[in-house]
T-cell receptor, first 110, second 111 residues
Framework: DVKVTQSSRYLVKRTGEKVFLECVQD?????MFWYRQDPGLGLRLIYF???????EKGDIPEGYSVSREKKERFSLILESASTNQTSMYLC?????????FGPGTRLTVT | QQQVKQSPQSLIVQKGGIPIINCAYE??????FPWYQQFPGKGPALLIA?????SEKKEGRFTISFNKSAKQFSLHIMDSQPGDSATYFC??????????FGAGTTVTVRA
């Protein structure tokens, strides 16, 4: 079974803090994705990566950056967390069209 | 701006009923249309997917209907069960493997 793990299920951070969300997949997938999920808005793509050290902006990259130093690991970074970044963050990986999701990290910024 | 519009936002049916969720898109470059199912506390998981050269696809009790000319597709859950209570997302993709998701529909199946 494909497994996508995320470093934390719940996280509480203060405004202005630097936040790291980690994602690891165990299936040698080329593609990895970060989404945020908000009620009534569905899943919105923040960043994605087709290969190690490659990254491309999704639909809502403002306030976020990413890092992919190893194929299995894709990190999402909030340089200076703000309250409007309170959300559920989902990581996914894929070979092709089918994406496999992690359980999500619920981030609260106070 | 959401590229895939999904309705309704929520749906309640009795056990055995047929909830229907509708999605519409504008971008004719989309060539892959999946549905994802998400249970509370879990990430979404692929349920069923269709390509635009097919008008209908069934997997178990789940059926996708696809209308290419209308740029619409829908999910039907036949003989729905309480265990089908979940949030369902439609999505669309071009050949770049990125998914554009709808806003989601929360389905509740009452016993």
């Amino acid at each position: 079974d494909v497994k996508v793990t995320q470093s934390s299920r719940y996280l509480v951070k203060r405004t202005g803090e630097k936040v790291f969300l980690e994602c690891v997949q165990d299936m040698d997938h080329e593609n990895m994705f970060w989404y945020r999920q908000d009620p009534g808005l569905g899943l919105r793509l923040i960043y994605f990566s087709y290969d190690v050290k490659m990254k491309e902006k999704g639909d809502i990259p403002e306030g976020y950056s990413v890092s992919r130093e190893k194929k299995e690991r894709f990190s999402l970074i909030l340089e200076s967390a703000s309250t409007n970044q309170t959300s559920m963050y989902l990581c996914a990986s894929s070979w092709a069209y089918e994406q496999y999701f992690g359980p999500g990290t619920r981030l609260t910024v106070t | 701006q959401q590229q895939v519009k999904q309705s309704p936002q929520s749906l309640i049916v009795q056990k055995g009923g047929i909830p229907i969720i509708n999605c519409a898109y504008e971008n004719t470059a989309f060539d892959y249309f999946p549905w994802y199912q998400q249970f509370p506390g879990k990430g979404p998981a692929l349920l069923i997917a269709i390509r635009p050269d097919v008008s209908e696809k069934k997997e178990g009790r789940f059926t996708i209907s696809f209308n290419k000319s209308a740029k619409q597709f829908s999910l039907h859950i036949m003989d729905s069960q309480p265990g089908d209570s979940a949030t369902y997302f439609c999505a669309a993709s071009k050949d770049d493997y990125k998914l554009s998701f709808g806003a989601g529909t929360t389905v509740t199946v009452r016993a």
